[in-house]
């Protein structure tokens, strides 16, 4: 059943308040991510993966933070990284990406910036 829009609103602000704080990116970013996908009622298992191991240019390998074939792909820092370069990281994938894997989006967080 799809959930109301004042469902999402009271979602996303429990959540905003729930992460307000949150700085570390190893330590919390994939329950951020789950917990971010629930605010849509979006089980985050039935779409993304975490940690999605991909060939990047030469001999490189990477791993993406949070891969959604086809629609998205998340780089996730710590608060207050940089988050230009964390976009460049995200480009470095897509070398490795098949074709109808590449994402529709880019997104680039560090818990309080969201770059879309």
Do not use: C
Request: aromatic letters at 14%; proline letters at 3%; hydrophobic letters at 35%.
């Amino acid at each position: 059943m799809a959930l109301s829009w004042n469902e999402i609103k009271n979602r996303a602000i429990t959540f905003s308040k729930e992460w307000e704080s949150e700085e570390r990116e190893h330590a919390e970013s994939q329950s951020f991510w789950n917990d971010f996908f629930n605010i849509f009622g979006i089980s985050r298992r039935r779409v993304a993966s975490f940690e999605e191991p991909v060939k990047k240019l030469g001999e490189k390998r990477g791993r993406i933070d949070l891969f959604w074939k086809g629609t998205i792909l998340v780089e996730h820092k710590s608060k207050g990284k940089d988050l230009d370069k964390a976009y460049t990281q995200a480009l470095d994938y897509f070398p490795g990406l098949k074709e109808d894997e590449l994402p529709k989006y880019v997104l680039i967080s560090d818990f309080e910036i969201f770059r879309l």
